[in-house]
């Protein structure tokens, strides 16, 4: 069973980056991507992640509204903010972790914890 991933940026260049760093340290993911707000309800259709990868700035809408128009579908989710650089204004965003772009181990600390259990039954895992 796979680690359901959004991952909403419109850089593709980043998505890609971030979806490799999963997959080459191991982790079993399941990516969708996510560039504009108006693509929300089709990229969560039939589907909640567990954890959210945001890019700080997209083209119509900050980090924090898409995180929270993703929060409103997946509450249960790991939020993570994704940045080129730091600025101040990061903590604000309702994220559950901040991360720069170019430190993309970290985004695999923090997804490791969600790999399933193959120990465990199904139940219980969304």
Not at 43 to 64: I, K, T, Y
Not at 65 to 78: T, Y
Not at 97 to 107: F, I, N, P, Y
């Amino acid at each position: 069973m796979a680690i359901r991933v959004l991952i909403v940026d419109d850089s593709h260049d980043d998505a890609e980056l971030a979806e490799f760093a999963l997959r080459d340290a191991g982790l079993p993911v399941e990516c969708r991507r996510l560039r504009h707000a108006d693509d929300l309800d089709a990229a969560l259709a039939g589907w909640e992640p567990q954890l959210v990868l945001c890019d700080l700035n997209l083209p119509g809408w900050s980090g924090a509204e898409a995180m929270s128009a993703v929060r409103q579908r997946a509450p249960a989710a790991r939020y993570v903010l994704l940045t080129g650089a730091l600025r101040g204004d990061e903590a604000d965003c309702g994220a559950d972790a901040v991360v720069l772009k170019d430190e993309m181990a970290r985004v695999v600390e923090l997804a490791r914890p969600l790999v399933p259990d193959p120990g465990r039954s199904g139940r219980g895992h969304g």
